[in-house]
């Protein structure tokens, strides 16, 4: 699968997102704490933009009344229907099993690994003494 | 018994409306305060414009005795339903303004008559009948132990409230009530009619019957969706609520309707952790009378309901919902009508099947 460079890692801070393009895909790709996740950028109810959607914590209840709140920022909601989705694995809440988004693999590589390869970075320079994010896309 | 022209499957109606012939009836049933209450203050009935006598849909003209009124007997019950259509069970439910009084203690001391009244004149008469509870909804306590009063006498089978009350029946404030109706094996029973504490439709008060009858219909809308979003039905999930003559061809929409806005704010009520739908087809029961549909559109909608559990028949007497012998709604496909007439309301009603040989 080819890589693509999303940027430099402090390009991306914690809680933060960006989205790249790579051959007419969208993806966006989500801090979390100094972990990167790659989503498609569509959601796959009617093709909303996820980055362009409320971040949002898990919010679960063990009887009426009482809502325990954890996951604070892993959530992503589409901003068209609200529909959502978890962060780190694409799987939507209500229907984990059917309606996902699709995830790519998403790490950090040091720039002196990236200069060698066939590598996707068109748009800025890869220097060797920095880290890079990058999706298996 | 058993030779009525749908007896060969052994057939349980789940809705049938005695008529208490007015407050003179009821009088043996309260203590001497509220009887001499009754006589001093000159209340002779308290029929509702829910159920306006004189309507048409109120009483089939051919059940009205030759005083204009209808289902003030056994007799004529067994005549008409019982006998007629080889009835095995029959669920009575008494339909009578208890709802509308404003006092609670008066509304406690006529609702506990009117169950009384049904279990003197009407249970104890035909071993095939079976009776709901009608409950004081003015006040939870009440209720409660009106359910408790009565929920030893295993011909109660279920307990009743409106679908037009005091108000939208998930609220958490009557939960003591559905937590009796678990303890003691009674279905929640919702039949139309409107205790006219609120306009009969959410934009106001309508100008004629036909407005009020049709708006009934929302009003099982909303009662189904408070029970689901307070999370009443997630609380208590053995709790099983049967809605009486509430149609049923509403359902899939507004199933789709709100299954479809709950997947975005579902966080608002995160107790609700499965589709609405499938909570609703596994606690949620309609009676069949009426369906509101045409014959040739049955099929369709019973694809909507993706269930063949949740339907139960009923010929909702004396209400006019059918002409001569048509008690089941046409366009239901005999494949169904096991389940419909018998084994549905076998699978609600524990204690119907407790007292049913095999």
């Given at each position: 699968?080819p890589?693509?460079i999303v ?7 914690p809680g ?7 051959e007419g895909r969208?993806?966006?790709v989500?801090?979390l ?12 109810h009617?093709?909303?933009s ?11 209840s063990?009887e009426?009344g009482?809502y ?14 609200y ?10 809440w ?6 996902q ?14 200069v ?5 970075a ?7 003494e920095?880290?890079?994010v990058?999706v298996?896309? | ?17 005695p ?9 043996p049933y309260v ?5 001499d ?5 000159g ?5 509702s ?26 007799e004529?019950?067994r ?12 669920i ?5 303004g208890?709802?509308l ?26 071993d ?30 279920q307990?009743?409230?409106?679908a037009?009350g005091e108000n939208?029946?998930?609220k ?10 678990v ?9 139309a ?9 959410s ?8 407005e009020e ?22 609380k208590?999930p ?10 049923v061809t ?9 299954q479809k806005?709950?997947k975005?704010?579902?966080?608002e009520?995160?107790?609700v952790?499965r ?7 596994d ?16 099929p369709?909608?019973?694809d909507?309901?993706?269930s ?6 009923a ?5 006019w919902?059918?002409d001569g ?19 549905n309301?076998?699978a ?8 049913v040989p095999?």
């Amino acid at each position: 699968m080819p890589k693509l460079i999303v940027g430099p890692v402090a390009d991306i801070p914690p809680g933060g997102r960006k989205l790249v393009e790579a051959e007419g895909r969208r993806i966006v790709v989500f801090n979390l704490s100094g972990e990167f996740f790659a989503l498609s950028d569509r959601c796959p109810h009617q093709g909303g933009s996820l980055c362009a959607g409320l971040v949002s914590g898990h919010v679960e209840s063990p009887e009426p009344g009482v809502y325990h709140y954890a996951r604070r920022g892993e959530m992503i909601r589409c901003p068209w229907h609200y529909w959502e989705f978890d962060i780190r694995t694409g799987k939507s809440w209500f229907d984990p099993k059917r309606v996902q988004v699709r995830q790519y693999p998403a790490h950090v590589e040091r720039g002196a690994a990236l200069v060698e390869g066939p590598y996707t970075a068109e748009t800025f320079p890869v220097r060797v003494e920095d880290e890079y994010v990058v999706v298996e896309a | 018994m058993g030779n009525g022209m749908l007896g060969g499957y052994r057939p349980i109606d789940c809705d049938l409306h005695p008529m208490v012939p007015g407050m003179r009836a009821l009088a043996p049933y309260v203590d001497a305060f509220w009887a001499d209450q009754v006589a001093e203050r000159g209340i002779t009935t308290l029929d509702s414009q829910s159920w306006p006598v004189a309507s048409p849909k109120t009483i089939r003209a051919d059940w009205r005795g030759p005083n204009g009124r209808g289902a003030e007997s056994v007799e004529q019950l067994r005549a008409q339903v019982l006998d007629r259509f080889g009835v095995e069970t029959a669920i009575l439910n008494p339909l009578y303004g208890v709802q509308l009084v404003l006092n609670a203690d008066m509304a406690v001391a006529f609702t506990r008559a009117l169950n009384d009244w049904t279990r003197a004149e009407w249970l104890d008469r035909d071993d095939r009948l079976r009776a709901s509870i009608v409950l004081p909804m003015q006040d939870v306590a009440a209720a409660v132990a009106e359910i408790e009063r009565l929920a030893p006498d295993r011909r109660f089978v279920q307990v009743l409230a409106l679908a037009l009350g005091e108000n939208p029946l998930g609220k958490r404030s009557y939960w003591p009530i559905y937590e009796a109706c678990v303890r003691h094996n009674l279905p929640l029973g919702i039949h139309a009619g409107s205790a006219y504490r609120h306009p009969q439709t959410s934009v106001g008060w309508t100008s004629w019957y036909l407005e009020e009858y049709a708006a009934n219909q929302q009003g099982f809308q909303s009662s189904l969706a408070s029970l689901l979003t307070e999370g009443a039905l997630v609380k208590f999930p053995a709790l099983k609520v049967v809605l009486l003559e509430s149609g049923v061809t509403w359902l899939p929409a507004f199933l789709w309707r709100l299954q479809k806005v709950w997947k975005g704010v579902r966080f608002e009520i995160p107790w609700v952790d499965r589709l609405p739908a499938e909570i609703i087809r596994d606690q949620v029961r309609l009676t069949v009378q009426p369906f509101d549909a045409p014959a040739e559109a049955v099929p369709r909608v019973l694809d909507h309901l993706r269930s063949d559990r949740m339907l139960l028949w009923a010929s909702d007497w004396p209400h006019w919902q059918f002409d001569g012998d048509a008690a089941v709604p046409p366009g239901l496909p005999e494949a169904l009508l096991p389940r419909l007439l018998r084994e549905n309301a076998l699978a609600t009603y524990d204690r119907i099947r407790e007292g049913v040989p095999a």
